[in-house]
């Protein structure tokens, strides 16, 4: 597939959610922005919710990671599912209650102002780095494959992506995501399963006799239960894993905004726990796919694609479906399932940015009336410029694999927002306000110190996932310490 056949196809498909854009941005308010109007169809969000949530990261990641893991990311996708039944049971009531626009307003009435603008500032630093880091996979596909013909600059590729992203979400905001984010898992799910279809043909199987393969069972080990010291052991990576839904979905503005769109808190839950077991379902196709695209490289001696002059995994699947000669209709197949990954995490990262800096930071609804939408609009721009900034950066920062280098931050940044919900939630005590975001900073120096030990030194247990729950539990034990007598 040539430079200039994927440029179409990108025009083509950002045209179909440039109209999905006209239709429900015709208000262009901030009601609609923030909130869809709270009219939004459960199950239109709960499968929108899945490619969201998969991002171009777990679709391109994800199959590339299976050599060095094999199938052990499916305990963390386990440990996931139980979480999304905590967030449907535990989160989900309480933030209809109190009819939250940003969830972490939560903190303001719970303990005070200080509070909120910490559990704000983590949410804000988790979200920049999550949605860079997928915007980041996604450009450096395309940077590969398509501009590097063209000797565009990556700064450039960068800049068209977000430009993109910010013309179709400028009014609808989150009642266009909630309709955007269906098509784009649609065509997400579409694309792994030709995939997977295609690939098995040139190989001259079915997918039942790929399943039954010798080649399947060199990278199907799910379960790792050998040693409690390893990084991936099935208790760390389960707990891991819940831990991470908690957060990531359940204390995220990104994820909860869309659920706060629902009509009511039992449309909301019943879209959280379908949403919860579709992914699963859907995550493991994917897994096939990177063992399908392993046993078909290493049958036609493909290699792993370079980047900087390093083995870079997460490019192995464009490189078969866009230069291995499997022919067009794998190749768009995959630039449609890519765009939609892209789009699908980023424009509602956009939207939660934009909606938790203007609640959270800028406080826009005291602000008069006349201006809020200017503001709203301008920190829209604002925070697509802050993004093309910090997915620049990775470029020159980040080598090791994006999946892996996306949850292991999230055990940094979420756990402070992670300790403050659950001492909200699980104890009566006030605390002192003002001393909340230094035993949340306390806490993150603490846990980087934890995380940077040496195996050995722990009798050869290695640290992994399970650094979030820590993290966590520290900012929780130092809220205890300021609490009020």
């Not at 008069?368 to 950066?393: D, E, F, N, T, Y």
């Amino acid at each position: 597939m040539t430079a200039t056949q994927i440029l179409l196809l990108i025009a083509a498909y950002f045209g179909m959610l440039l109209v999905i854009s006209y239709f429900t941005g015709k208000n262009d308010n901030n009601e609609d922005f923030f909130k869809a109007g709270k009219q939004s169809p459960w199950y239109l969000v709960a499968f929108g919710m899945v490619g969201a949530s998969l991002s171009g990261v777990t679709f391109i990641s994800v199959p590339g990671w299976i050599e060095g893991s094999q199938f052990s990311y499916f305990q963390v996708v386990l440990g996931y599912m139980f979480g999304y039944f905590i967030v449907a049971y535990v989160l989900l009531p309480i933030y209809y209650k109190l009819n939250v626009t940003s969830i972490y307003e939560y903190l303001l009435q719970r303990f005070g102002v200080v509070s909120h603008k910490t559990g704000a500032f983590f949410f804000f630093v988790s979200r920049v780095l999550g949605a860079a880091f997928r915007l980041f996979l996604v450009a450096i596909v395309l940077q590969q494959f398509v501009f590097n013909a063209w000797h565009v600059p990556f700064e450039i590729t960068v800049v068209i992506s977000i430009l993109l992203i910010w013309i179709y979400t400028n009014k609808g905001g989150i009642k266009t995501i909630v309709w955007t984010d269906t098509l784009q898992t649609l065509f997400m799910i579409l694309a792994v399963v030709l995939s997977i279809y295609f690939i098995n043909e040139s190989l001259g199987w079915s997918f039942g006799e790929f399943l039954a393969s010798n080649e399947l069972k060199t990278y199907s080990k799910i379960f790792v239960t050998d040693s409690f010291l390893e990084r991936s052991h099935f208790v760390k990576s389960f707990v891991g894993g819940m831990f991470i839904t908690i957060c990531m979905t359940g204390l995220d503005q990104d994820m909860m905004q869309k659920n706060l769109t629902c009509k009511s808190l039992k449309d909301a839950q019943k879209n959280m726990v379908s949403f919860s077991i579709v992914l699963v379902f859907v995550t493991l196709l994917f897994m096939l796919l990177g063992a399908l695209l392993y046993i078909y490289a290493n049958k036609h001696n493909i290699a792993i694609p370079l980047m900087d002059g390093k083995p870079k995994t997460d490019l192995l699947f464009p490189e078969i479906a866009l230069n291995s000669g499997l022919g067009i209709t794998l190749a768009i197949t995959f630039m449609l399932g890519l765009i939609a990954a892209a789009y699908s995490s980023a424009d509602s990262a956009l939207t939660s940015l934009t909606t938790s800096f203007c609640i959270d930071f800028l406080d826009i609804d005291k602000k008069p009336k006349a201006l809020q939408k200017s503001i709203r609009k301008k920190a829209h721009i604002g925070m697509s410029i802050l993004l093309i900034i910090v997915i620049i950066i990775f470029k020159y920062v980040l080598n090791s694999n994006v999946i892996d280098s996306l949850l292991t931050v999230a055990g940094y940044t979420y756990g402070p927002l992670l300790g403050l919900f659950a001492f909200g939630i699980f104890t009566k005590y006030k605390v002192k306000d003002k001393y909340v975001w230094l035993v949340a900073l306390c806490s993150v120096i603490l846990i980087t110190i934890i995380g940077k030990i040496p195996p050995e030194r722990l009798g050869g247990y290695v640290l992994g996932y399970e650094l979030l729950p820590i993290n966590g539990l520290l900012t929780f034990i130092g809220l205890m310490l300021i609490r009020k007598k």
